[in-house]
């Protein structure tokens, strides 16, 4: 006879996990941030603000973000759009979509370091077509732009398949009866995905929007990978503050000025993409 | 005008035929009912029309214009979804709207069809609402003002009214056959339900294994089915059938010599329910169950072993086990071929 603690009690131990696992180390990290010898402090934020790359780190992380979501946002919603119109064949080809998904931040970078460093395969197919003589470095700090666009090139060859996933899972939700009504009424195909198959999809967006933004402002192995430190971001410049520089206030403080950012996008897109009452399928 | 005219109509799933080469004329302004059980075709046929399946074979005309090869925005034509179909992300003036918006009509012609057609399906306090907070009978009406907002030539209904409950059914029923009457536009309306079919129709089409069996006015189509099927389909209960086997003086039935055709060799006796009456030679009947329904009495019997279900007056005096002769009324017998299933004239 299940009673009404039941639930609570199943709930239990997920709960005590993310509470030792997440909420503790959260506020130890909060604590860090603002805390000093004398007590509650910004110190550690002004130690952070001052820092000659920060300015950079911030810029890079955000622009990367902004040129990476919406791209990839795009691709999604166009491959999501073939994928779902197969009849057959549409397993077959989500996998093979999806296989990036598998591979780690790092690694995605070392492919791509493999593709773009003096040595490279990129090197060695333009030498091959004459289209250069001696190797060009590619990666190298007077051509960050290079930097950013391979780290690009990376981030969207790798998590573009999350929101694919997630996109397509939303549209097969959508009952094919509304594509049908809307096809009636005179919509075209582009009027069809803009005013009927968008706007339902509405939730698997903010889904996957969220999760996409929150994981492009904690871009680090990749832009490791491609740019050293040529590259500066803030997930980046954390790591070197807690581990190379040893300060642990500092690099907690950058670790919330991310989750602060995290949170303001989560906001928006909550706001943004809001579903009216009465308005779900 | 818009009459519509099917032309040898095919459609193929795979090894599955869903339609066989049908036929059907429809004058503009008449309404038509596509009636038949599940799987009969009979929504496949109005897909094809709609332009949302496309057929494996012949033509659709629709005001004169062929318009098969054509997308269903290009087809003149409006349509009621089984499941309303009404958008959820918009609200009823915008549902009602939508289709007026894709045409670019001016801004102040739109508000005026919507609240015109808004008034006329009694949802004019609505149109501020979303979808989810409708109830099916407000959702079964945005999608029918939907529809007349378009002032189509041609309304196209899937089963509009089967998701509805019993009595909202029949208040429907009603109000759309008098609105689509006013609305002068050519209707075809799918269904599985016969009542709805019978009181909606100019003319039914009953549809039977991708065919259409019989296209004809309701009361033509229930006095006088064109096959056995027609027959069994319409009519609650439906119309009785027994064995007649050609005798030595002409076709006896249970026994019972009776006037039949002159041609056919293996026949089947026919005769509605309500067709019958006690009377001193008729068919010999062993009362199974009396059920008094208020207006009549519904009686089964077992007639040579066949189940024979009989409506009578309410005041006839018959009970359970008493043994009864029934006789069709003047006129009433109906003969259908037993290998074929297709009517034969007496």
């Not at chain 1, 009504?181 to 339902?200: H, I, N």
């Not at chain 2, 049908?22 to 029309?49: M, N, P, Q, Y």
Request: net charge neutral; aromatic share 8%.
């Amino acid at each position: 006879m299940p009673s009404r603690g039941l639930p609570y009690l199943l709930l239990l131990p997920a709960t005590v996990f993310l509470a030792v696992f997440f909420l503790y180390p959260f506020t130890q990290i909060a604590w860090e941030a603002f805390s000093g010898p004398g007590g509650v402090t910004l110190s550690h934020f002004a130690t952070m603000v001052n820092y000659w790359k920060f300015p950079a780190a911030l810029e890079n992380t955000l622009l990367l973000a902004v040129a990476v979501v919406p791209l990839q946002t795009a691709m999604a919603l166009a491959m999501a759009v073939l994928v779902s119109k197969l009849e057959k064949g549409r397993d077959l080809i989500l996998y093979i979509f999806t296989i990036p998904l598998g591979i780690s931040d790092l690694a995605a970078g070392l492919i791509w370091f493999a593709i773009f460093q003096q040595t490279g395969f990129l090197n060695s197919a333009l030498h091959a077509l004459g289209v250069v003589h001696t190797p060009v470095i590619w990666l190298g700090y007077q051509s960050k732009w290079v930097i950013f666009l391979a780290v690009m090139l990376a981030e969207i060859w790798r998590a573009t398949a999350i929101m694919l996933v997630i996109i397509v899972a939303g549209m097969g939700l959508i009952p094919k009866e509304y594509g049908e009504a809307a096809e009636v009424f005179g919509a075209g195909p582009w009027q069809r995905f803009r005013r009927v198959t968008l706007p339902l999809l509405r939730p698997s967006l903010q889904t996957a929007l969220i999760l996409r933004t929150i994981l492009a402002f904690e871009v680090f192995a990749e832009v490791a990978a491609l740019g050293g430190t040529n590259l500066p971001v803030l997930m980046g410049e954390t790591f070197h503050w807690q581990f190379d520089l040893q300060d642990g206030h500092t690099a907690a403080a950058f670790a919330i000025v991310i989750l602060a950012i995290s949170i303001g996008f989560t906001l928006l897109y909550l706001r943004l993409l809001r579903v009216p009452k009465g308005a779900g399928i | 005008m818009a009459e519509i005219v099917i032309k040898g109509v095919a459609k193929t799933f795979g090894a599955f035929t869903a339609l066989h080469s049908v036929d059907l004329t429809v004058a503009d302004r008449e309404f038509v009912v596509l009636l038949g059980a599940s799987g009969c075709g009979k929504t496949t046929l109005l897909r094809i029309i709609a332009g949302l399946e496309s057929a494996s074979g012949g033509e659709v005309w629709i005001g004169g214009r062929r318009v098969d090869h054509l997308p269903p925005r290009q087809r003149g034509i409006a349509m009621v979804f089984q499941n309303y179909a009404v958008f959820p992300h918009l609200t009823v003036f915008e549902n009602i709207a939508f289709g007026l918006r894709m045409q670019n009509l001016p801004m102040a012609e739109i508000t005026r069809r919507v609240e015109r057609t808004a008034e006329l399906m009694h949802i004019e306090q609505l149109l501020k609402r979303y979808s989810g907070q409708l109830s099916g009978g407000q959702r079964q009406r945005v999608a029918v003002a939907r529809a007349l907002a378009m002032e189509p030539s041609v309304i196209l209904m899937d089963e509009p009214l089967s998701n509805l409950d019993a009595l909202l059914r029949l208040e429907m029923r009603a109000e759309l056959k008098g609105i689509l009457a006013e609305s002068q536009t050519t209707t075809i309306y799918v269904t599985h339900d016969q009542v709805e079919a019978m009181s909606l129709a100019d003319r039914i089409a009953v549809m039977q294994g991708g065919h259409i069996l019989q296209a004809a006015e309701p009361i033509e189509v229930y006095r006088n089915p064109a096959a056995r099927f027609v027959g069994a389909f319409i009519g609650n209960p439906p119309m009785n059938f027994l064995p007649a086997n050609r005798g030595a003086g002409g076709w006896e039935v249970a026994g019972l010599p009776v006037l039949g055709p002159e041609s056919g060799e293996a026949l089947e006796f026919a005769v509605r329910p309500e067709d019958l009456r006690p009377a001193a030679k008729g068919l010999p009947a062993h009362v199974k169950i009396v059920e008094p329904l208020g207006p009549h009495l519904l009686v089964t019997c077992d007639v040579a072993g066949h189940g024979f279900r009989a409506i009578l007056e309410s005041d006839t005096s018959v009970r359970t086990g008493d043994l009864l002769h029934l006789a069709p009324l003047e006129g009433r017998a109906r003969w259908f071929d037993l290998a074929t299933g297709h009517s034969v004239p007496v």
